[in-house]
């Protein structure tokens, strides 16, 4: 056998590129950073942790007692494969990938043996929580690495190692390894009324509002379509649980099932629905569930079998840290390795990589994915041979039994359906869910003229917060509004005027830009990708060839609009803006900037040249941190144009009062959502932009208005810097950008605590009677 070896890090935790053999005289006497994995098995039940004691032919440590189990990771191999291997190789008990809990990364620099062994080493720390002690006799002992096993109460192991008891391995538990035992505590010391209160103040910040329409002017057999459309959304859902962790699924049913439980349990159920996953996007993604609130899992063969004993039952992990790749990517795989991937591919083999509609998985995890399900089973059986670990695999393989039954039922509505342009859109979507060939399917929703209003599929990319490549699926049910419809057609017929009159220099310019119909709905239903903050409306496809070879579409949300200004943005007016211009905040000019701001989507820079002469587009150059800058331009250019179309004659001058007081209200229902959501981290950016020019005034009394002589100077000087950065592809430029505004200043944050002691809403939490009854 080939000797195994390591890949040699830099003292930041980076690889080299360089490996080198595990023979000590290798890593170890040259002192090299390497990587290595730790896992502890916790005993809900007993709050115990499991320790091995270590052979005595061990090279460091020998004799003593120590983790449950840990191990080098070898060079190219994944974190969690070798977690795995590990405990599995030492104990005999093999655990799949849910039962571990990534909880923190431990650097150990120490010399032993008279200074020969030189270990510096970055360990993942893992947990495993099991109910009920294993029994000692289920274990199968790696003799020459582990003599024995044994439990300990964790508080009693702590205070061992706190006195550095010879018996023990020793751990600096006053320093960064003390996160385990805290992390423990704070588990087994669970005081559910705080946790109650906790969890009401989290969910009082959503109002609770119904939305409905009219059905009266759909036709019976479109209601019936309707009915299917809703069951098709309901799927869509059961997609997006995934797309955010691959445990999501198995947390949100449990939840469900024990909701009924008591306060606490029924309070946990409700967050996850507004989050739909254990993270809460108003608190920048902070963990609200532990995995100790998770699903119970029974596996009957883990260890060798014991008479009268049924298994190990653990707890369905999830990390504390939400993943910036979602289940989009392994869990462990940064930009280096992605990006030595993506450099040996084909150009169509990089399209797929890096476009909208793939998931990136591991060679080395694919037994682990076909032990799972017999589906997965049959994605991995294609795979073809590669050097590479990385592989891509499209949403139509990856998501086939959910998007089968979606695909399904909107074939089925298709049929009743009696518009010709949503039959063809839901025919053609019900293909694309099948083949992952989006083009026509969109070009059939940009030319939907129907009652019924449907957007579903996968479209936004904020879940993908490494590089905003991969796309989440979700669904947006309405009814149209004809006349406000028909109101709005002045804003998609001016973009080619707006686009040329751009404060940009003209070589960023778009040449061709269509003119983008404006549908205004109201909503029924969605699913998917609606989690926390609720959207007041889209601008569609994002494809970057659908939006050169068509332009876009847009859609109003128009009862959610109206149910935000009435809960959240005239409420924040009362208590931040001054008396003085408090009046000029009208639903009308939230309505019309938030079209603007969806019109601006459409233009500005999307295909760019580099300086290299090389085509690419805005979305690739900037990667993660595209979708702010992309809030941020809608927003800005579309208070910017808003002003050049009153300029023009084309909206009334009585506007331009109440559009800027009533933005400057807005940028605190936006900034309350957090600065890691796209939307927070570029309201942020334009307000710190605006209050630095002067435009946006703080008063002694803690609330702000508008200098009406600086704002118009303002709103186009920052127009022009995110149009220029987009335009150059220039991430470094972005990036300082956002250090540099995304930011909570000193008034931001006196007037943010205000809105939070009145108790204002920071958003709304919807339901949908009508589509309820319609699933009944």
């Not at 220099?505 to 549908?519: N, T």
Request: aromatic share 10%; with cysteine.
């Amino acid at each position: 056998m080939a000797e195994e070896h390591f890949d040699v890090l830099t003292k930041s935790g980076e690889k080299t590129g360089v490996s080198k053999p595990r023979h000590v005289s290798e890593i170890h006497r040259d002192g090299d950073y390497h990587r290595a994995v730790h896992v502890w098995i916790f005993v809900e039940s007993t709050q115990e942790l499991l320790l091995q004691l270590r052979s005595d032919d061990k090279d460091s440590w020998p004799g003593q007692w120590d983790i449950s189990s840990a191990g080098h990771i070898s060079a190219g191999d994944p974190s969690l494969i070798s977690a795995q291997r590990e405990l599995e190789e030492e104990l005999g008990v093999k655990l799949p990938k849910d039962a571990f809990e990534k909880i923190f990364v431990f650097l150990q620099e120490c010399v032993t043996n008279n200074g020969k062994f030189i270990n510096n080493e970055f360990n993942d720390v893992y947990l495993v929580t099991i109910l009920h002690p294993i029994p000692l006799e289920a274990f199968t002992l790696q003799k020459e690495e582990v003599s024995a096993v044994k439990y300990i109460p964790y508080e009693e192991y702590r205070n061992l190692l706190a006195k550095e008891d010879p018996a023990y391995v020793p751990y600096d538990v006053n320093g960064d390894y003390g996160k385990l035992f805290e992390i423990i505590r704070k588990r087994c010391q669970v005081n559910a009324e705080a946790r109650s209160l906790s969890l009401q103040k989290q969910l009082q910040r959503y109002s609770p509002v119904t939305l409905e329409a009219n059905l009266t002017e759909l036709s019976e057999a479109d209601q019936k379509a309707l009915g299917l459309i809703v069951k098709a959304a309901k799927v869509i859902d059961d997609i997006f649980y995934e797309q955010v962790w691959y445990s999501n699924p198995a947390l949100r049913d449990w939840l469900k099932e024990h909701a009924n439980a008591s306060e606490l349990d029924k309070l946990k159920w409700d967050y996850f629905l507004i989050n739909k996953s254990p993270w809460s996007s108003l608190d920048e993604n902070e963990p609200f569930l532990t995995t100790a609130d998770s699903a119970v899992k029974l596996l009957p063969e883990a260890t060798k079998p014991i008479a009268g004993w049924k298994g190990i039952e653990y707890r369905a992990a999830f990390p504390l840290t939400k993943p910036p790749g979602a289940n989009f990517y392994p869990p462990d795989m940064d930009k280096m390795e992605f990006n030595l991937w993506l450099s040996s591919l084909t150009e169509e083999q990089k399209h797929a990589a890096t476009g909208f509609f793939s998931i990136i998985k591991r060679r080395s995890e694919a037994n682990l994915d076909a032990s799972q399900s017999d589906h997965l089973a049959n994605i991995t059986k294609k795979l073809p041979d590669s050097n590479s670990d990385l592989y891509s695999v499209p949403y139509s393989e990856i998501y086939r039994p959910f998007l089968t039954k979606a695909s399904d039922l909107l074939h089925k509505a298709g049929d009743l359906a009696t518009s010709q342009s949503l039959k063809k859109l839901l025919h053609s979507k019900a293909e694309a869910f099948l083949s992952n060939d989006y083009y026509e399917s969109d070009i059939a929703w940009m030319d939907l003229d129907s009652k019924l209003d449907i957007t579903i599929g996968p479209y936004e990319t904020y879940e993908d917060e490494i590089f905003g490549y991969k796309a989440s699926f979700e669904a947006f049910i309405g009814i149209r509004d004809d006349k406000a419809t028909a109101d709005l057609k002045l804003f998609g017929d001016n973009l080619k005027l707006l686009e040329d009159n751009l404060p940009l220099d003209s070589a960023y310019k778009s040449k061709d830009v269509s003119a983008a119909p404006i549908r205004v709905i109201q909503l029924i239903y969605n699913s998917g990708d609606v989690k926390g903050p609720q959207t007041v409306a889209y601008n569609l496809p994002n494809d970057e060839k659908i939006v050169k070879d068509r332009g876009t579409s847009m859609v109003m949300l128009k009862n959610v609009q109206e149910a935000k200004f009435e809960h959240i943005l005239k409420p924040i007016a009362e208590v931040i803006i001054s008396k003085e211009q408090r009046g000029f905040v009208d639903f009308d000019s939230f309505f019309t900037h938030t079209i603007c701001h969806e019109c601006c989507h459409g233009i500005g820079p999307h295909t760019i040249t580099l300086p290299d002469g090389q085509t690419s587009t805005v979305r690739k150059e900037l990667q993660e941190l595209h979708s702010a800058m992309e809030e941020a331009k809608a927003d800005i250019v579309g208070l910017w144009a808003l002003k050049f179309l009153i300029t023009k004659g084309l909206l009334p001058k009585s506007m331009v009062e109440s559009m800027y007081v009533s933005f400057l209200a807005g940028c605190f229902r936006s900034i309350r959502f957090g600065l890691t959501e796209a939307h927070g981290k570029g309201q942020a950016l334009q307000f710190n932009w605006l209050y630095e020019k002067g435009a946006f005034v703080f008063h002694e009394d803690s609330t702000f208005s508008v200098d009406f002589t600086k704002v118009e100077d303002a709103v186009e000087s920052l127009s022009h810097e995110i149009l220029t950065i987009q335009g150059r592809g220039d991430k470094k430029a972005a990036t300082l950008l956002l250090n540099n505004y995304c930011t909570i200043t000193g008034p931001l944050k006196t007037s943010l605590e205000k809105l939070e002691s009145v108790k204002v809403p920071v958003d709304i939490s919807p339901t949908f009677p009508l589509a309820d009854a319609l699933m009944n």
